[in-house]
């Protein structure tokens, strides 16, 4: 892919801009979080033309925006926010993405890496037994007629409800793992039937299990509100999303939104970016059959919770309340969210797309949990299997300049192709061993897809977003053990 040579202006160290005269067509500038060094590799692809892109749709605010990890994607860049007046403007699938709620969820301990050391073969190994993962796996749960429409519609409340669980995970989850505008009438038979046997999978690809140590604190107190500390404390990650039901959704409503673009006369310069308007029949639709594939991805995650909180009990030996296996967040990215945001003074109903970026909600925000409402809502940013994964928490700036957004991750820095090229999963299963981190995957080849070097280093993304002001840095963790798809 060529480099991009477009019109690019530094507005400071962390900040760089694409003014909407770029492009004849352009509402808005585009508003891009990187810092010298990281802006080399974004220019090595075409994302920054995408981020100028999505700038056309109609009623976008303020900027089309884009995050640290930001890299070539289907329509919007990964690492891509943009809202949309929902009076407006457009709802757009590829501005959510194909993994809808595609998340991370985090559960703290009360083990330290003492007492999980002699024991993390046995239980990467118990955990790769007791979470089916991989390209197409099925799942454990056999779901009666018609049940995957109560899991469309309740999300994890449905999971914790069959026994998955508890009711106080849904108090840390997003929107309580449930979005409200979910209507399964509105999911086609054939992603209810791809979805069907998969609740409960971990997937393939970038998604994963980590059992991880916490090796640096930033903010004790807010850390401490989390239940995260001391140094040494065992945590665990659930990355995951919507499996096949998410993608076949994605695909459904992008040809609904093609034909859609017709009739209601938008011309944009990308097909994939192709939309209607949120409050058209088209737009209702998708938004009810995004939140019902977003929903599905909390009932996943919590479902592999229950069953990574049995697989501790059962190589540990001991309860799982004196594990201390207990929620800190569950936050979701690939999403739009139906949203209300202070603009010039005003409260407006806008729809935030999300793709490849999370939620960053600061403290005192109205939709966040009791316990969380003086620090702010936590972020989860992990990193590749190789290197460190972040804690932090979303920030008043954030809200005024991002919609409540920050990054997802690393962002990769070689396709899954080129990777493959240039690794061999043995060399990479092999430096991990050698870097004491345990690793189980259902492909020795797809780990080339995924080694350190396919990624940025997350370190380097964390921190533009901690200095440009999107989250704040509370703590990071390493990892001890790892189960990929």
Not at 429 to 456: D, F, M, N, P
Request: aromatic letters at 6%; a neutral charge; proline letters at 5%.
């Amino acid at each position: 892919m060529s480099k991009w040579s477009g019109t690019l202006e530094r507005l400071d160290n962390h900040r760089w801009r694409i003014p909407a005269s770029y492009k004849p067509g352009m509402r808005v500038d585009g508003l891009i979080y990187t810092d010298e060094d990281m802006l080399q590799d974004i220019l090595s692809d075409q994302s920054l033309e995408q981020v100028a892109n999505v700038a056309f749709l109609p009623g976008i605010l303020r900027h089309s925006l884009a995050m640290p990890d930001i890299h070539w994607g289907y329509g919007f860049p990964i690492g891509g926010v943009a809202a949309m007046d929902f009076d407006e403007g457009v709802i757009s699938p590829g501005g959510v993405g194909f993994d809808i709620n595609c998340g991370v969820r985090l559960l703290r301990t009360n083990l330290s890496e003492p007492e999980i050391q002699p024991n993390v073969k046995q239980l990467i190994d118990q955990l790769f037994r007791d979470v089916p993962s991989g390209l197409g796996s099925s799942g454990r749960i056999k779901l009666k007629s018609n049940e995957i429409d109560r899991v469309l519609m309740q999300g994890a409340r449905w999971a914790v409800d069959s026994g998955y669980g508890h009711p106080q995970d849904l108090e840390a989850t997003e929107e309580r793992g449930q979005m409200a505008s979910a209507d399964a009438a509105h999911v086609s038979a054939k992603a209810k039937q791809r979805g069907a046997p998969q609740l409960g999978t971990l997937g393939s690809g970038n998604h994963f299990l980590e059992v991880a140590v916490v090796d640096e604190i930033y903010e004790p107190e807010t850390a401490a509100a989390m239940g995260i500390g001391p140094l040494g404390q065992i945590v665990l990650y659930i990355h995951c999303g919507s499996r096949g039901l998410g993608h076949q959704v994605a695909d459904d409503y992008i040809a609904t939104m093609v034909a859609a673009m017709k009739h209601y006369k938008i011309e944009l310069p990308d097909r994939q970016l192709a939309c209607a308007p949120l409050t058209s029949p088209e737009g209702k639709a998708y938004l009810a059959a995004m939140s019902s594939a977003a929903n599905y991805a909390w009932a996943n995650r919590q479902c592999i919770a229950h069953w990574a909180r049995e697989s501790f009990c059962r190589v540990l030996g001991r309860p799982e309340a004196e594990l201390g296996l207990e929620m800190v967040y569950d936050v979701g990215h690939n999403m739009g969210k139906i949203e209300t945001h202070e603009m010039d003074g005003k409260r407006v109903k806008l729809c935030v797309h999300r793709k490849g970026a999370t939620r960053a909600f600061p403290a005192g925000h109205p939709d966040l949990p009791e316990r969380y409402a003086a620090i702010g809502q936590p972020v989860l940013i992990p990193g590749d299997m190789g290197r460190y994964s972040f804690i932090l928490v979303g920030t008043r700036k954030a809200m005024e300049e991002a919609f409540g957004s920050t990054c997802h991750g690393a962002g990769r820095a070689k396709s899954r192709g080129a990777a493959k090229k240039a690794m061999q999963g043995r060399a990479v299963l092999e430096s991990l061993q050698s870097r004491g981190i345990t690793v189980r995957a259902g492909s020795i080849g797809g780990l080339a897809e995924e080694a350190s070097e396919a990624y940025k280093d997350v370190s380097h993304v964390v921190r533009v977003a901690h200095n440009a002001g999107l989250s704040r840095l509370v703590a990071r963790t390493r990892p001890v053990g790892v189960v990929k798809g």
